[in-house]
């Protein structure tokens, strides 16, 4: 017998989350009335994620100028996120300390540490979430790998499409 997991379903409102940033302040997702942008990714420990996180900080002007406030998240605490920030220098928000549960709730893959050297608690596997100003995810895009991501450029030209044609949420049929 074949096992499921629930996954957020395209076109839903999604309820407002909140997140710590490293500057001690808070990051809501959702109910903004923005579009926004949640890249998830595994953590400090991957040399894939830091790569992926200074290809959105080159393309970061180009969210912006869509109107597409980018923000990343992963499951690291504080620390790891810094080293994180250090690495890359984001533009954007890093946000961190994103915990099973939301782990479970935003419908995304969960992993183990391979070793103690990786780091120390269960992480997600890359995700992506797109809000409308309307509130609901407009695309979601999960992976079970590290190196299985969207095309930034790809992505882009997607959201320029989606937002000058005011193009539907693609994918809700149950």
């Not at 969960?110 to 995810?137: K, Q, W």
């Amino acid at each position: 017998m074949m096992e499921t997991t629930t996954k957020l379903h395209p076109g839903q409102q999604v309820a407002p989350l909140t997140f710590k940033r490293l500057d001690g302040t808070e990051y809501q997702f959702g109910g903004t009335g923005a579009w926004q942008a949640l890249i998830v990714y595994r953590g400090q420990h991957c040399p894939i994620c830091t790569g992926y996180l200074g290809k959105i900080k080159q393309r970061f002007d180009a969210f912006e100028k869509l109107g597409v406030h980018v923000a990343a998240i992963s499951a690291d605490h504080e620390a790891q996120a810094r080293i994180t920030f250090d690495k890359v220098h984001p533009n954007f928000p890093l946000l961190y300390g994103l915990d099973d549960a939301m782990m479970r709730a935003l419908g995304l893959y969960i992993s183990t540490p391979r070793a103690a050297s990786e780091t120390d608690h269960n992480f997600p596997e890359p995700g992506l979430f797109v809000v409308n100003p309307d509130g609901a995810l407009q695309i979601v895009d999960i992976s079970n790998a590290p190196f299985a991501r969207p095309d930034l450029d790809v992505l882009l030209g997607g959201l320029e499409f989606v937002i000058s044609k005011a193009y539907p949420v693609r994918g809700t049929h149950r």
